[in-house]
């Protein structure tokens, strides 16, 4: 269930830019932990998240459950990140009380907690890549691309380096970034 992905250093921090405001349209929320496992212990980390699938559609959940190993990041590099995608917000926030009130999750998240540190708690809302006119807007956008392996993800940088159109685009976002982890 852990694939291999790298942020391909697009994480866009867009601060006091005038950029258009992004669509209004409900988007998909991701709630993600970022942890650090402890040595020896990711075969039982993996072990003890297989049990999380079980217990949301028993609670009426629309979330899925994604999970990532970092394999290339700098200091992040072997951080695990955990995901519960929901549709839309009202999702997420429908989920938040049942979760924290459930015996089972509970146990779950007791058994993970003595194999990771956790790194980071975040939320993150889904951006509509089409503009509205209703102004400026500020916020952070990670965008990932998901590879099945490291070899695949290492010929892809390779390829997207030599390509002329991915550089000149890439460069075009200069003057609304700042770039963070590439």
């Known amino acids: 269930m852990v694939g291999s992905v790298a942020i391909a250093g697009l994480v ?20 993600v932990v970022t942890v650090t496992v402890n040595p020896g212990k990711l075969e039982p980390y993996r072990q003890e998240l297989e049990k999380v699938p ?27 990140l955990v995901g519960l995608e929901y549709p839309d917000q009202a999702a997420w926030a429908a989920d938040a009380g ?30 509509s890549l089409e503009a509205s006119s209703a102004g400026a807007a500020t916020g952070s956008i990670a965008i990932g ?19 002329a159109e991915w550089q000149k685009l890439f460069a075009s976002l200069d003057d609304l970034r700042t770039l963070e982890g590439r």
């Open 12 to 31: 866009l921090a867009v601060g006091s830019v005038a950029v258009p405001q992004w669509a209004a349209a409900a988007q998909p929320v991701v709630q």
């Open 145 to 163: 691309i998901e590879y099945p392996d490291d070899p695949a993800h290492v010929a892809a940088q390779e390829k997207l380096g030599a390509d």
């Open 54 to 80: 079980g217990v949301l559609p028993r609670l009426g959940s629309r979330a899925t459950m994604r999970v990532w190993n970092t394999t290339a990041g700098e200091t992040d590099t072997g951080q695990v």
């Open 98 to 127: 049942k979760l924290q009130a459930d015996a089972e999750w509970q146990k779950i998240q007791a058994g993970l907690s003595g194999m990771r540190t956790v790194v980071s708690h975040s939320v993150w809302r889904g951006l």
